[in-house]
Nanobody, 123 residues
Framework: QVKLVESGGGLVQAGGSLRLSCAASGRAFSTYAMGWFRQAPGKEREFVAAITWSGATTYYADSVKGRFTISRDNAKNTVSLQMNSLRPDDTALYYC????????????????WGQGTQVTVSS
């Protein structure tokens, strides 16, 4: 079992930046793809970004491509999401997730979730 703890959320003006971090403990972090998801009020949870276990490949939702960057540090068991040029429609609860399957070539299915960190972007 893995425990995921997100941090770094907050209130920021449109055009600003935030960096989210997710610290993992428990199951071998370096062998699993990691992802970030978000859920806005009244909407379903949606995919934001993912990174393979080695960090070699990243994936992004079209809505954040070019603005957000996902990265990981396997030595520190952390995954981060750098968010630039934030917009009001980026406002959501952001979740870190670990893939259910080890050594997958892409993020297949979330097996574990963090509690989330709130990001609010004001206009």
């Amino acid at each position: 079992q893995v425990k995921l703890v997100e941090s770094g959320g907050g209130l920021v003006q449109a055009g600003g930046s935030l960096r989210l971090s997710c610290a993992a403990s428990g199951r071998a972090f370096s062998t699993y793809a990691m992802g970030w998801f978000r859920q806005a009020p009244g909407k379903e949870r949606e995919f934001v970004a993912a990174i393979t276990w080695s960090g070699a490949t990243t994936y992004y939702a079209d809505s954040v491509k070019g603005r957000f960057t996902i990265s990981r540090d396997n030595a520190k068991n952390t995954v981060s999401l750098q968010m630039n040029s934030l917009r009001p429609d980026d406002t959501a609860l952001y979740y870190c997730a670990q893939d259910r399957y080890s050594y997958a070539t892409k993020f297949l299915s979330a097996g574990s979730w963090g509690q989330g960190t709130q990001v609010t972007v004001s206009s």
